[in-house]
């Protein structure tokens, strides 16, 4: 892939929870995110079989980081609104590999 300079964190949460996700995040040098409004879907039996409750209304947080700071600021969202906590949020990455307007 070259040199990556930049990565975006892709966070799904629950409704509401994009507060503590993006606190999280700049405890660790993000500067900033975008946040979507989302509705997620899950079939019935994953839901019975994982013994789960899917709320169907999401925020969609989308932060495009330094790579260097992706893996600490990753950790700290996961620590601070991962599975564990009320905000039952998933992260995961995707480099960036042309960006403008970036710094």
């Known amino acids: 892939m070259g040199d990556v300079k930049y990565e975006t964190i892709i966070c799904i949460a629950n409704a509401g929870f994009s507060g503590e996700v993006m606190d999280a995040a700049r405890k660790e040098g993000a500067t900033g995110g975008t946040i979507l409004h989302a509705r997620g879907t899950a079939r019935k039996k994953a839901e019975e079989e994982f013994k789960i409750t899917v ?4 925020d969609f947080i989308l932060i495009v ?29 995707l480099p960036v590999t042309k960006a403008l307007g970036i710094k």
């Open 65 to 93: 980081v330094r790579a260097d700071l992706k893996d600490n600021i990753m950790k700290s969202i996961y620590e601070h609104a991962g599975l564990n906590t009320d905000a039952n949020c998933v992260a995961f990455s």
């Open 55 to 58: 709320n169907p209304e999401k």
